[in-house]
Structure formats: structure tokens, C-alpha cells
């Protein structure tokens, strides 16, 4: 018997390794002797780096960056395999870099991010993964494009710094400084949201307002968003508000399209694909997966959804086990989890349930493995 571990973290109580370590465990107790692989997983967001670098036995490359607003900062990325780089945006330009009393999406910058890209680039990696989720920015990735070389004009001829209250003031872009790198590599963007760059479900109004935006500075944004759009087009022939995903991180997903040629993908898709996720599959009989919580939304580009699919492909059964069931969590099982498993055993607080966290999971573990062990019964 041969068990695959592909479960994401619980936000705030257990990591995926600890999640593996109390799988295991009770796996052997139901199973002597059994055969069991575990591989940390994330969907494209925080930890992504991380969970690739663990299974392919990766490393990370530490860079000084400039943070959202311009300040140094210590940070990092992720290479393997020699060509390929893993890169979080939230890692240089992320919301909880920025304290909440200094937070307006005019002042803020990606330029940091781009710092990772011209890092790597420099080093050679010709495949590039970014996952742009958790941006405190809405600079229509004007600042990371900046700093691989692309100069954006004020109608003076100046160039702008590239924070969120330039987008008004663009007149003309400058593309020939660009990184010389940039047109032999490979850019895939993890990017599970489909705002166009602008209007009412664009970057502005869909994020701006969680990145410290007031109804006031939305607006100013807006309307210089919408600009920059128009410079974009005039320049690069791409209207962007064509391109599904524009909006995300502020924008930044625009920019890696048109400047850098950069392919949309799902996060947990992209992230599985790294890792060789269906050569893990080989010989498994059951997968357990899971999340913190699984509801309708887990079904459009979370891990149980995105490993389930690949169990589906290659008929291998799947459990979740997560911590709690919302609206529409039974979606998940047309995307080829069989069963959910929810870690809480009783009538609970939620307070008492994640202080006992871990008892609960050690718990639930184990009844989905007795579980599965009486279905083997059944089926002899």
C-alpha cells in the first residue's frame, strides 16, 4: 500500500510539513508497513516557493530589494533543475510589508519584484515562475518593468519612479532599455483571477480597496490606470483590458504579458507541473489532500482541486481532510475528491479548534485511514 501526502497548509495553525509528519503517522498505525511520500503544496500564493523548492530539492538565492515603498529590504527566490526560478511577488512587494498606517496604493511600487526578475536573469535562469498574489501595489507593474530597464515619460520626457500615482502621468513609454535576457526566457505568471485592468472589476476597484485605497484615491487611480492603458496600447499595440488577468496584483499581471511576454496560468496547476506531480502518482493507491477550510471556492483553483484533477486522470482515489465545510463544498467531488474528512469531532469554538489543532487532525487522520482500510474490506 503506497499513500501520496499533497495537502496545503491551515492558514495559521499547521504547516504542510507538520501535516505530513501527523499523516504519516497515522497511516503506519493503520497500515504497518505502508509505503508513504509526502510533498508540501500550495495553489501559486504564500509558500509557493517554499513547497517547489522542498520536493525538488531546490535552493533559494537571497537578493537585497527595494520593499513597496522603496525601503531596502533582505529577500529571496527559488532556483532548481539550473535553468528555472521560482519568484513570490508578495516576497518584495507584499500587503504585510506595508504597515497599516502608511498604506495608499498611490505610493507603492513593484519595483521590487522586478529586482527578483533582473536577479534571476542575471544568473542566467532562462524559466521563470512568478506568482503574483498578496501585492500591496496598484502601479500597473510599472516599477518591476522599471527596473528591468523599460523607462515610462511623464509629457516632459521625464522618467517616472513607477508608484501607483504615476499611472495618471504617463505620456510615452521607452521599451529599448529593456533586460537583452528578457526575450530568451520563458514567464509563466500564476494567476488565478481573471479582472480585466481596468472598470468596475479591474485591479483598482476589486483590490485597491484592501491595499488602502479610499473611495478618493480609487478613483485617481482609475482614471490613471485607464491612461496608462491607452500609453500601453499606443506603444505596444495590445489592449489589455483584453487579456484576462490583467488586473491582478495591481496590474503587475498586464505588465509581465505585454513587456515580457508572459503566459497566464493557474497557480496550483503551475505549481504541480514543477514539482512533476503526476511522476509522484506513479504506483500510489490513495492521495490525501486538504486545506484550511473547503467550500465553493476550493473548486476554482485550490489544491484539493488541483490535485484531485490529477488523481481523477489517473483513477486514484482522494480524500480531503480539511478544517471545516462551507457553502458548496461538495463541488470538489467533480474534481475528483471522493471525500471530505473535517478535523473538528465535536460542538467547538472557533478558538478551541485551532489551539487543539493538531490533536483534532491527528485524530481525523486516523479515522480516514480506518476509513479507507474497512472500503478494502468491503471491496474484497
Same mark, same amino acid.
Given at each position: 500500500?503506497?499513500?501520496?501526502?499533497?495537502?496545503?497548509?491551515?492558514?495559521? *495553525? !499547521?504547516?504542510?510539513?507538520? +501535516?505530513?509528519?501527523?499523516?504519516? =503517522?497515522?497511516?503506519?498505525?493503520?497500515?504497518?508497513?505502508?509505503? *508513504?511520500?509526502?510533498? &508540501?503544496?500550495? $495553489?501559486?500564493?504564500?509558500?509557493?516557493?517554499?513547497?517547489?523548492?522542498?520536493?525538488?530539492?531546490?535552493?533559494?538565492?537571497?537578493?537585497?530589494?527595494?520593499? /513597496?515603498?522603496?525601503?531596502?529590504?533582505?529577500?529571496?527566490?527559488?532556483?532548481?533543475?539550473?535553468?528555472?526560478?521560482? @519568484?513570490?511577488?508578495?516576497?518584495?512587494?507584499?500587503? /504585510?510589508?506595508? /504597515?497599516?498606517?502608511?498604506? $495608499? /496604493?498611490?505610493?507603492?511600487?513593484?519595483?521590487?519584484?522586478?529586482?527578483?526578475?533582473?536577479?534571476? %536573469?542575471?544568473?542566467?535562469?532562462?524559466?521563470?515562475?512568478?506568482?503574483?498574489?498578496?501585492?500591496?501595489?496598484?502601479?500597473?507593474?510599472?516599477?518591476?518593468?522599471?527596473? %528591468?530597464?523599460?523607462?515610462?515619460?511623464?509629457?516632459?520626457?521625464?522618467?517616472?519612479?513607477?508608484?501607483?500615482?504615476?499611472?495618471?502621468?504617463?505620456?510615452? +513609454?521607452?521599451?529599448?532599455?529593456?533586460? &537583452?535576457?528578457?526575450?530568451?526566457?520563458?514567464? *509563466?505568471?500564476?494567476?488565478?483571477?481573471?479582472?480585466?485592468?481596468?472598470?468596475?472589476?479591474?485591479?483598482?476597484?476589486?483590490?485597491?480597496?484592501?491595499?488602502?485605497?479610499?473611495?478618493?484615491?480609487?478613483?485617481?487611480?482609475?482614471?490613471?490606470?485607464?491612461?496608462?492603458?491607452?500609453?500601453?496600447?499606443? *506603444?505596444?499595440?495590445?489592449?489589455?483590458?483584453?487579456?484576462?488577468?490583467?488586473?491582478?496584483?495591481?496590474? !503587475?499581471?498586464? #505588465?509581465?504579458?505585454?513587456?515580457?511576454?508572459?503566459?497566464?496560468?493557474?497557480? @496550483?496547476?503551475?505549481? !504541480?507541473? !514543477?514539482?512533476?506531480?503526476?511522476?509522484? %502518482?506513479?504506483?500510489?493507491?490513495?492521495?490525501?489532500?486538504?486545506?484550511? =477550510?473547503?467550500?465553493?471556492?476550493? #473548486?476554482?483553483?485550490?489544491?484539493?482541486?488541483?490535485?484531485?484533477?490529477?488523481?481523477?486522470?489517473?483513477?486514484? &482515489?482522494?480524500?480531503?481532510?480539511?478544517?471545516?465545510?462551507?457553502?458548496?463544498?461538495?463541488?470538489?467531488?467533480?474534481?475528483?475528491?471522493?471525500?471530505?474528512?473535517?478535523? +473538528?469531532?465535536?460542538?467547538?469554538?472557533?478558538?478551541?479548534?485551532?489551539?487543539?489543532?493538531?490533536?483534532?487532525?491527528?485524530?481525523?487522520?486516523? =479515522?480516514?485511514? =480506518?476509513?479507507?482500510?474497512?472500503?478494502?474490506? +468491503?471491496?474484497?
Amino acid at each position: 500500500m503506497k499513500f501520496l501526502f499533497a495537502s496545503d497548509s491551515f492558514k495559521g *495553525t !499547521l504547516s504542510s510539513e507538520k +501535516i505530513i509528519h501527523l499523516l504519516e =503517522r497515522a497511516a503506519v498505525k493503520v497500515f504497518p508497513g505502508c509505503e *508513504t511520500v509526502g510533498v &508540501p503544496i500550495a $495553489d501559486g500564493g504564500e509558500g509557493t516557493v517554499d513547497a517547489v523548492i522542498a520536493v525538488t530539492h531546490g535552493s533559494y538565492q537571497q537578493v537585497t530589494v527595494h520593499g /513597496p515603498l522603496m525601503e531596502l529590504r533582505e529577500s529571496s527566490y527559488g532556483e532548481f533543475h539550473g535553468d528555472t526560478a521560482v @519568484i513570490e511577488m508578495a516576497a518584495a512587494s507584499g500587503l /504585510p510589508m506595508v /504597515p497599516q498606517e502608511l498604506r $495608499d /496604493p498611490r505610493k507603492t511600487t513593484t519595483y521590487g519584484t522586478g529586482e527578483l526578475l533582473k536577479d534571476a %536573469l542575471d544568473r542566467g535562469y532562462r524559466k521563470i515562475a512568478v506568482a503574483i498574489g498578496g501585492s500591496a501595489t496598484n502601479d500597473g507593474g510599472m516599477g518591476a518593468m522599471r527596473a %528591468l530597464g523599460i523607462r515610462f515619460l511623464d509629457e516632459n520626457g521625464a522618467e517616472l519612479e513607477g508608484v501607483g500615482g504615476d499611472l495618471k502621468k504617463v505620456c510615452r +513609454i521607452d521599451t529599448t532599455g529593456i533586460h &537583452p535576457a528578457v526575450k530568451e526566457t520563458e514567464f *509563466t505568471v500564476m494567476c488565478d483571477v481573471n479582472n480585466p485592468l481596468t472598470g468596475k472589476d479591474g485591479a483598482t476597484y476589486t483590490f485597491g480597496k484592501q491595499k488602502g485605497g479610499t473611495p478618493e484615491i480609487l478613483d485617481e487611480l482609475e482614471a490613471g490606470m485607464k491612461n496608462y492603458a491607452e500609453v500601453v496600447l499606443k *506603444t505596444t499595440g495590445t489592449d489589455v483590458d483584453n487579456i484576462a488577468g490583467a488586473g491582478a496584483a495591481g496590474g !503587475l499581471g498586464a #505588465a509581465l504579458c505585454v513587456f515580457l511576454n508572459a503566459t497566464l496560468k493557474s497557480g @496550483i496547476e503551475t505549481v !504541480l507541473d !514543477l514539482m512533476d506531480f503526476d511522476g509522484l %502518482l506513479d504506483g500510489v493507491d490513495a492521495v490525501i489532500t486538504g486545506e484550511g =477550510r473547503i467550500d465553493w471556492q476550493s #473548486a476554482f483553483g485550490k489544491v484539493p482541486c488541483g490535485v484531485g484533477m490529477r488523481c481523477k486522470n489517473r483513477q486514484i &482515489p482522494a480524500v480531503a481532510i480539511v478544517g471545516g465545510m462551507g457553502d458548496g463544498a461538495d463541488q470538489i467531488y467533480e474534481h475528483g475528491v471522493n471525500s471530505i474528512m473535517t478535523t +473538528i469531532n465535536g460542538a467547538m469554538e472557533l478558538d478551541e479548534a485551532l489551539e487543539r489543532a493538531e490533536e483534532l487532525y491527528a485524530d481525523a487522520a486516523e =479515522r480516514t485511514f =480506518r476509513l479507507l482500510k474497512a472500503g478494502m474490506m +468491503i471491496a474484497k
